[in-house]
Nanobody, 122 residues
Framework: QVQLVESGGGLVQAGGSLRLSCAAS????????MAWYRQAPGKQREMVAG???????NYADSVKGRFTISRDNAKNTVYLQMNSLKPEDTAVYYC????????????????WGQGTQVTVSS
């Protein structure tokens, strides 16, 4: 019902940059939080960055100073600017959007994108 479309993944050399985008669509009444997670092979999914409706952000220690999360409320889109990429950043990156959707009752939602692969060569 609430769909997330991710884009921006790819292959870059260490030290390079990528910008991930995630656009939310559907019966959205309000978006509260938007976040990026990642999962590398053999490892648990971890939160990379999050942003609240008030614009507050938080980052995993491993990406602080290198990644920046932002949002465009008019487009219901969240971005993750990734600079100074390291091979350790290689993972599938998933966006997550939480808010309220329009049904018979205003209902919460917690939607996940399908993931976009980021591969960083050494």
């Amino acid at each position: 019902q609430v769909q997330l479309v991710e884009s921006g993944g790819g292959l870059v050399q260490a030290g390079g940059s990528l910008r991930l985008s995630c656009a939310a669509s559907g019966n959205i009444l309000r978006i509260n939080t938007m976040a990026w997670y990642r999962q590398a092979p053999g490892k648990q999914r971890e939160m990379v960055a999050g942003i609240t409706s008030g614009g507050n952000t938080n980052y995993a220690d491993s990406v602080k100073g290198r990644f920046t999360i932002s949002r465009d409320n008019a487009k219901n889109t969240v971005y993750l600017q990734m600079n100074s990429l390291k091979p350790e950043d290689t993972a599938v990156y998933y966006c997550n959007v939480k808010g309220l959707k329009v049904v018979a009752w205003n209902m919460p939602f917690d939607s996940w994108g399908q993931g976009t692969q980021v591969t960083v060569s050494s």
